[in-house]
């Protein structure tokens, strides 16, 4: 029972560190606040700002619920460890494993606590330098995540995709939906991977270097998180081109944005109707000034500047080599494996786990 007692103890120091680490009592404190404001009579007068609120308690109290949860049970552990009841003991060994589990959990998901982090993601992959070779590493890299999504039961749906003039992709566009804390798992994957492999699209075989660069969005779908000046965007719309039924071709149904402080444009064309590609081009074009706010640590985003498109292909994140050894080595952890077809048929677990654990508590 003694060493119990030790074990109960010790749980209840770690949770109570991590609850002052983690500011539990103001997090407590602030949705006090929100349902004061939210019981009072002439709350639903201002209804998007009410909304706004009930959202914004209803997440807090989400947040709070699993962490007070487990500091009255380990509380209540404690407790009954005192009172040295030796039939008590294999219960309450249980219960300390499984206040354990739970605790370590939850501290992984404090990982996840960026102000995004629990959106669904915006991926874009674009083939680089290599011709051929690159358009169909980024049509492997395509394949890969999607792998990855359906292994964990995720939505994936295609926005937009560029055929390669031989083989492969010259790029595509697509949402994954469906999980838990999606863009903080896959934020890390933002960046240039580069391979190295013997070319199928020569004669000779020879070993060719190829690149492309994975873009990672969190999905901005609510204009209210991001205060967009309409006057600061520039709507161009034209006949789309490729497949997709005469309907597609026969009308202007194609959109262009121009966000004209940055610079960056997104032309979407893959739904008839030019609402929906409106739409899903100003979803898009947020996440990317979002992504770019964030990156460039700006408060608003009258200060952020537009990409840096001349380092687009520099300083590879990951190597993939299949020849003349096999290996996938992430750059910024230091995570290797020598099975790299069991990365590309998209066990990513892994490598995202590596890279999370650089991640300091918030």
């Known amino acids: 029972m003694e060493q119990l007692k030790t074990t109960a103890t010790a749980l209840k120091a770690e949770v109570d560190q991590t609850l002052s680490d983690l500011g539990l009592e ?37 947040k709070i619920k699993p962490w007070r949860d487990l500091k009255d049970a380990v ?46 993601v915006i991926l874009s992959i674009y083939a680089g330098a290599g011709g051929t070779d690159a358009q169909d590493w980024a049509e492997m ?44 798992k896959l934020a890390g994957e933002h960046g240039v991977h580069r391979l190295v492999r013997l070319s199928p699209f020569n004669s000779g075989a020879s070993r060719e270097t190829s690149f492309a660069k994975v873009e990672i969005l969190p999905s901005i779908d609510k204009p209210e998180e ?52 409106k739409e899903t081009a100003l979803t898009i074009l947020r996440s990317k000034l979002v992504a ?17 498109q001349s380092a687009e292909w520099g300083n590879q994140i990951r190597s993939y080599v299949l020849h003349p050894y096999k290996q996938v080595k992430d750059l910024r952890s230091g995570f290797e494996t020598s099975d790299p077809q069991k990365v590309l048929d998209g066990d990513l677990d892994p490598l995202l786990e590596s890279y999370q654990q650089n991640r300091p508590l918030s």
């Open 226 to 277: 991001l205060g967009l000046d309409d006057s600061d965007v520039k709507i161009d719309v034209f006949r789309a081109g490729g497949h997709g039924g005469q309907s597609v071709n026969t009308t202007d149904s194609a959109v262009r944005l121009t966000h004209i402080p940055t610079g960056i444009t997104v032309a979407i064309q893959n739904e008839r109707s030019q609402l929906q590609n």
């Open 75 to 120: 509380d209540e552990l404690v407790e009954l460890a005192n009172l040295d009841d030796d039939s008590m003991s294999d219960d309450l060994q249980k219960q300390a494993d499984k206040i354990k589990k739970q605790l370590d959990g939850l501290k992984k998901d404090l990982r996840f606590a960026g102000p995004y982090d629990d959106h669904d």
């Open 292 to 308: 770019l706010q964030q990156e460039q640590h700006a408060e608003n985003l009258s200060q952020i500047k537009g990409p840096n």
């Open 26 to 62: 103001g997090l407590e404190q602030k949705h006090s606040e929100l349902l004061a404001q939210i019981t009072k009579p002439d709350f639903w007068k201002d209804n998007p700002n009410a909304q706004s609120l009930a959202q914004e308690e209803g997440a807090l109290a989400q």
């Open 141 to 184: 890299l395509l394949r890969m995540y999607v792998r990855w999504a359906e292994k964990h039961n995720l939505k994936v749906k295609t926005i937009d995709q560029s055929a390669g003039e031989e083989a492969g992709i010259k790029s595509a566009t697509i949402e994954i939906t469906g999980g838990d804390y999606l863009y903080g």
